[in-house]
């Protein structure tokens, strides 16, 4: 079948456009052009952001699109006007970002969603209505929707990258507790693994994709972290209230972690069971950083060190040693 991957030389993309040549599709990305392009792929240059940027597709048909755009949502609106009568189905990677947040972090499918017109929440405020340009396109479409996705290509300066990086430099390490504090993501390579299942089998219907929670736990992403870069490390594992009672802050300084409580159960407790039953898998936690690991020792660093929008991560070294004082 004929799939055009948005993107398509980045982290989700790059893993959709290997996932859909490996199994023989004939595969077109569009793109800006600033990175080689997967061996076997129809590689057309636009910038979604300009005018005209979509000339390229013109004349062009195909059974799928797959749209991992992760910001404005003008972008999605353009390509589905643009694609209109030519495509055969629309799959849109969204996020759990669109959920509203209450007092059951446990979300599925039917949760509340935000307003994308009210709401004050930029990321989830366009990849909402990024769902809804794509589910305007008239063609059976898909959107996933997941959480955190963890694995090779996130960018050199990406979350587990950090904490290899963090590990390999040894020494005391502050790690944050509850040790057994579950973790939910996704590798990126399962993530296109069910997006070009969905191609295949030319459906629609709106997934949450991710592990299921407790797939994972700070313990054993800190640990493998540190046994695939040489043990160097010594983990000094601090309750999470004592870590906030330093100024540091989750999920950016330290990356993955989100201490007890309803954010916690908003990022790593997510109803995932309707995705599984239509053929979601993920892969062990512990092989999604190790490749991750073996990823990072071979890259470009100048070729790959986007965080997609997340900003600094990390904790500064000083700050570090303070709180473990």
């Not at 398509?8 to 793109?31: C, K, P, Y």
Request: aromatic share 8%.
């Amino acid at each position: 079948m004929k799939i055009l991957v948005l993107g398509g030389t980045q982290f989700v993309g790059r893993a959709a456009v290997a996932e859909a040549v490996s199994r023989g599709h004939e595969v077109t990305t569009l793109n800006r052009g600033t990175r080689a392009p997967e061996e076997g792929v129809t590689a057309l240059v636009g910038d979604r952001l300009a005018p005209d940027g979509l000339r390229a597709l013109e004349g062009r048909a195909f059974d799928t699109v797959i749209d991992t755009w992760p910001r404005d949502a003008a972008a999605v609106e353009t390509a589905v006007d643009a694609l209109r009568g030519r495509i055969g189905q629309f799959i849109y990677v969204s996020s759990i970002s669109v959920y509203l947040p209450d007092d059951d972090p446990h979300f599925t499918e039917d949760s509340p969603v935000l307003d994308p017109d009210t709401s004050d929440f930029r990321y989830g405020a366009d990849k909402r209505r990024g769902e809804l340009a794509a589910q305007a396109s008239g063609v059976p479409t898909v959107i996933a929707r997941p959480g955190l996705i963890l694995g090779p290509h996130e960018g050199a300066k990406g979350r587990i990258p950090w904490w290899l990086n963090r590990m390999l430099r040894g020494g005391p390490t502050l790690a944050p507790g509850p040790p057994d504090s579950p973790l939910q993501f996704i590798d990126p390579r399962d993530l296109a693994r069910f997006l070009v299942d969905a191609a295949e089998a030319r459906g629609g219907g709106v997934y949450n994709t991710l592990s299921r929670p407790g797939h994972s736990t700070m313990r054993e992403l800190l640990e493998t972290c540190s046994a695939v870069t040489g043990g160097r490390a010594e983990l000094r594992w601090v309750d999470p209230e004592t870590v906030l009672a330093k100024g540091i802050l989750p999920w950016t300084e330290m990356p993955v972690w989100m201490p007890p409580g309803k954010k916690h159960g908003y990022c790593f407790n997510v109803d995932v069971t309707k995705a599984f039953e239509a053929g979601l898998r993920v892969r062990p936690a512990m092989e999604t950083i190790v490749d991750t690991w073996e990823w990072l020792r071979g890259m470009d660093e100048s070729s790959e060190s986007s965080t997609y929008g997340l900003g600094d991560l990390g904790l500064d070294p000083e700050k570090e040693m303070a709180a473990l004082e």
